[in-house]
């Protein structure tokens, strides 16, 4: 299916699944960061690879990105993408909570393992509601990568590799904000389902 074929019907199924993930990633990140992480309402939106650099701010914006790949009933790219000072800030909370202090002076190598673990909560908690909403466990991901770079750097990189197994770009905006820091931590999740795999979905959720 095209984009402009998904009747809003399939977009209401679509935005239910997407609220509950991002509600479970919520969910994993407070207990991760061992401190409340309240979520805003998320905004989901279907577009064409092509035209994901479109939703997104100024190309020249720096940005921190973890991607993985999704294995088995719904196989998907995945892709968390932040500002570079929304992803330090929440680097920085989880040696707080872990460590005591906010890790600024540790090797890049270590920070970005702390993102690379954050990352994969993030995604492997939102997968795993939609794995429940399919009534299947047989989703896994690979290990997570890190980049940092311009957004039209990573964006350029998301068109051209991730295309290469689907057209459609599952966008899914939200704010988390830790609520003893006091500080808003927004991000983007970017799902890129293979081919037939939202047609799955929503045969699943019976509304196709």
Same mark, same amino acid.
């Given at each position: 299916?095209?984009?402009?074929?998904? *009747?809003?019907?399939?977009?209401? =199924?679509?935005? /239910?699944?997407? $609220?509950?993930?991002?509600?479970? =990633?919520?969910?994993?990140?407070?207990?991760?960061? =061992?401190?409340?992480?309240?979520?805003?309402?998320?905004?989901?939106?279907?577009?064409?690879?092509?035209? #994901?650099? /479109?939703?997104?701010?100024?190309? /020249?914006?720096?940005?921190?990105?973890?991607?993985?790949?999704?294995?088995? =009933? &719904?196989?998907?790219?995945?892709? &968390?993408?932040?500002?570079?000072?929304?992803?330090?800030?929440?680097?920085?909370?989880?040696?707080?909570? !872990?460590?005591?202090?906010?890790?600024?002076?540790?090797?890049?190598?270590?920070?970005?393992?702390?993102?690379?673990?954050?990352?994969?909560?993030?995604? *492997?908690? &939102? @997968?795993?509601?939609?794995? !429940?909403?399919?009534?299947?466990?047989? @989703?896994?991901?690979?290990?997570?990568?890190?980049?940092?770079?311009?957004?039209?750097?990573?964006?350029? &990189?998301?068109?051209?590799?991730?295309?290469?197994?689907?057209?459609?770009?599952?966008?899914? $905006?939200?704010?988390?904000? @830790?609520?003893?820091?006091?500080?808003?931590?927004?991000?983007?999740?970017?799902? #890129?389902?293979?081919?037939?795999?939202? /047609?799955?979905?929503?045969?699943?959720?019976?509304?196709?």
């Amino acid at each position: 299916m095209e984009y402009t074929d998904f *009747s809003p019907l399939h977009l209401d =199924a679509i935005r /239910e699944v997407v $609220n509950i993930g991002a509600g479970n =990633a919520a969910t994993a990140l407070s207990d991760m960061l =061992a401190q409340p992480v309240d979520m805003g309402v998320p905004r989901v939106e279907l577009v064409s690879i092509y035209e #994901v650099s /479109e939703h997104f701010g100024p190309p /020249e914006d720096l940005v921190a990105a973890v991607y993985t790949h999704a294995e088995g =009933a &719904f196989p998907c790219n995945l892709i &968390f993408i932040q500002d570079e000072e929304a992803a330090q800030g929440m680097v920085d909370a989880m040696f707080v909570s !872990r460590m005591d202090t906010d890790g600024r002076d540790f090797p890049q190598e270590m920070r970005d393992s702390a993102l690379s673990e954050l990352g994969n909560i993030i995604l *492997s908690s &939102f @997968l795993n509601a939609v794995s !429940r909403m399919i009534g299947s466990d047989s @989703l896994s991901i690979s290990v997570p990568g890190v980049a940092h770079d311009m957004l039209g750097a990573i964006l350029e &990189f998301v068109a051209s590799i991730f295309a290469q197994s689907g057209e459609l770009a599952l966008l899914v $905006n939200t704010t988390l904000k @830790l609520e003893q820091e006091g500080a808003d931590i927004k991000g983007n999740i970017m799902m #890129v389902p293979d081919p037939g795999a939202l /047609e799955i979905l929503l045969s699943k959720l019976g509304v196709l």
